[in-house]
């Protein structure tokens, strides 16, 4: 067995959606995950459009860190803002 058949047969169940009935922001990252890692880009995009912006986040979090850029801290503010409406509009188009 490999690595993405041992995170799809043990993935993690939403509180909210256990619980409420409701999906939450984020419900389908952890099979967008899945899908990236198999390398079905398309599909892990429409699970989850903002993977791959939080991913991006992350490394430039990293590349700032080590790299100091001037401008960095602007950067990754702007870049967090764009993520979250990225969350945000996909939550609003997947329930209304």
Same mark, same amino acid.
């Given at each position: +067995? /490999?690595?993405?058949?041992?995170?799809? #047969?043990?993935?993690?169940?939403?509180? *909210?959606? #256990? *619980?409420?009935?409701? /999906?939450? &922001?984020?419900?389908? +990252?952890?099979?967008?995950?899945?899908? %990236?890692?198999?390398?079905?880009?398309?599909? =892990?995009? @429409?699970?989850?459009?903002?993977?791959?912006?939080?991913? =991006?986040? &992350? %490394?430039?979090?990293?590349?700032? %860190?080590?790299?100091?850029?001037?401008?960095?801290?602007?950067?990754?503010? @702007?870049? !967090?803002?764009?993520?979250? %409406?990225?969350? &945000?509009?996909?939550?609003?188009?997947?329930? !209304?």
């Amino acid at each position: +067995m /490999d690595f993405t058949q041992w995170l799809e #047969n043990n993935l993690l169940t939403c509180p *909210y959606k #256990n *619980y409420l009935g409701i /999906d939450c &922001f984020g419900c389908g +990252m952890q099979r967008s995950i899945i899908a %990236l890692l198999k390398g079905n880009f398309l599909e =892990s995009f @429409y699970l989850y459009p903002a993977l791959t912006p939080i991913i =991006s986040l &992350f %490394l430039l979090l990293i590349a700032h %860190l080590i790299f100091k850029f001037k401008n960095g801290a602007n950067w990754l503010k @702007y870049h !967090f803002v764009f993520v979250v %409406l990225i969350i &945000f509009i996909g939550f609003i188009i997947n329930h !209304f």
